[in-house]
């Protein structure tokens, strides 16, 4: 049974002929008389009773008409919301956002893409690099902002890749060097990240290559926070130079880190077999526009 086939069909009742039929289908009255038999040798019934120039529907042919109307209103309907999500005029995008310069670099690009697509449902989800590529792996997230990956299940595009500055209370030792090696920090409490921040796995691998254990007085995923428990006095942090500039006020010091050469290197990851949706790909195409990777 082809759509074509019930087109002919409900085309016949609807015009009470096939020849009307066939000037309102652009086909011949011969073509739709013959789609209209193979629909009924389909079936194995009768659907149209013909007396002299009058067409009456069997009852088999009231139920058909009825299915087929459905089926053929069902098909224009899928073509419609597939049309809606190719030119973006609705969909979802389930999307994770780093807890880390959410701020600094996702809010006007989020406030884009909401400008852009106000018709695309965006879920958020935020945390650290591990919840992130756990989540997509597990199919809850379709797009994420991580560091980027190892894993060969993942692919990613680059967004941006941040030198990591030292932050430092105004009174610390070390506040007026112009630049610092990780290892001279050896004797200073630090300030580290959630467990779920990769960063805080590699800042912690490079103290022990620098020769010590940090010193750990406490753990936040949110910048700001960090930036004032450091304008407290309560140690040192390193972050993202993009992240930390802005947060510089009065009681603080920014010092680049000259060895080793930590990196916050930010990609936009999915899972490689993941079928993407237009709305994920329309974020990623905006991510193009926006990446300091681009503009430098």
Known sequence: MEFRQLRSFVEVVRQGGFTQAGKTLHATQSTISKQVAQLEQRLGVQLL??????????????????????????????????DDLSQLR?????????LLGGEVLFAELFAEYRRRYPNIVVHLFE??????????????????????????????QPFCNEPLDVLLPESHPLSEEECLALAQLADSPFLLYQQSFTLNDRLLLACRQAGFTPREVGRSGQADFLAALVAAGQGVVLLPRIVARPLQRPGLRL??????????????????????????????????????????
């Open 127 to 156: 945390g650290g690099s591990k919840l992130m590529e756990e989540a997509l792996l597990h199919g809850e997230l379709e797009l994420a902002g991580s560091l980027t990956p190892n894993d060969p299940a993942l692919e990613y």
């Open 49 to 82: 009773e013909r007396s002299g120039p009058h067409l009456r529907l069997t009852d088999a042919g009231s139920v058909v008409l009825r299915h087929a109307e459905d089926l053929l209103r069902q098909r224009q309907d899928l073509h419609s919301e597939l």
């Open 90 to 98: 609705r969909g979802e995008l389930r999307l994770g956002l780093p």
């Open 255 to 296: 010092v680049p880190l000259r060895e080793p050469d930590l990196r916050w290197d930010i990609a936009f990851v999915w899972r490689r077999d993941a079928y993407l949706s237009r709305a994920a790909q329309a974020w990623l195409e905006l991510l193009r526009e926006y990446s300091p990777l681009e503009q430098s």
